[in-house]
């Protein structure tokens, strides 16, 4: 009787092209109020990070967010480290946790649930500051990955669940709590060293091709 093979296989790659299109969406366009996408260009930290929590700290939300940044670390090839900033050139990216009734009464009735702001120099980014609603912090991941460069998010006819994001919409079919396969490969080619802080999209794209196809 031939012995089963014990071999895990690697879950299947998504095809280069659907994902060449993903990371064009959410990394290099930048969705506009009522309009279509408009073209952007790389930004992301170039160096390490601290993440900072302010506010309620919920012990839950911060082994999460602990989870995160090891993820982010490994994913960028930066430090992603949750404490006060050790030095002064490190990014920053402050996360303050509030009830749902603060941010209302801070942003009015039927503002954001969670808001992220970021900002930087030519695309390097210095800093974010991220707003979370403790009764909505699922999307920590979500805030994140806008914190960390991509401006945009997972919408249109291709954010099925067949390409899950936490960059997709609340309660839309393709939304995860963490990142996805789809994110973390988009992690890894904004933060490749190829991909300068400040290229514009078209070259981007076509070094995120070149990166693909290894
Ligand atoms: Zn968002």
């Given amino acids: 009787m031939p012995t089963p093979s014990t071999a895990v296989l690697p879950p299947p790659k998504p095809p280069a092209a659907e994902t060449l299109r993903f990371f064009d969406k959410i990394a290099l366009l930048r969705g506009t109020v009522g309009g279509s996408d408009r073209p952007g260009y790389v930004r992301r930290f170039d160096g390490p990070v601290a993440i900072e929590m302010r506010g309620f700290d919920r012990p839950e939300i911060r082994a ?7 993820s982010l670390s490994e994913l960028t090839g930066l430090e992603f480290y949750v404490g ?16 749902y009734a603060d941010m209302q009464s801070r942003y009015g009735q039927g503002g954001p649930l969670c808001f992220c702001r970021n900002w930087g120099n030519g695309g390097t980014l210095h800093s974010a500051r991220i707003e979370i609603s403790e009764e909505y912090a699922d999307c920590l991941a979500h805030e994140l990955m806008h914190a960390i460069g991509f401006d945009n998010h997972w919408t249109g006819p291709d954010a099925t669940d067949a390409r899950p994001s936490a ?15 789809w994110d973390r490969k988009a992690i890894e080619m ?3 060293d190829r991909l300068k802080p400040g290229t514009p999209r078209q070259s981007a794209l076509s070094l995120a091709e070149t990166i693909l196809a290894e």
């Fill in 64 to 70: 999460d967010l602990e989870r995160l940044a090891d």
């Fill in 84 to 99: 006060k900033k050790r030095l002064s050139s490190h990014g920053g990216i402050v996360i303050e946790t509030m009830s």
């Fill in 190 to 192: 904004l933060y490749d």
């Fill in 167 to 181: 960059l997709a919409r609340r309660y839309a079919p393709a939304r995860t709590s963490n990142f996805s396969a």
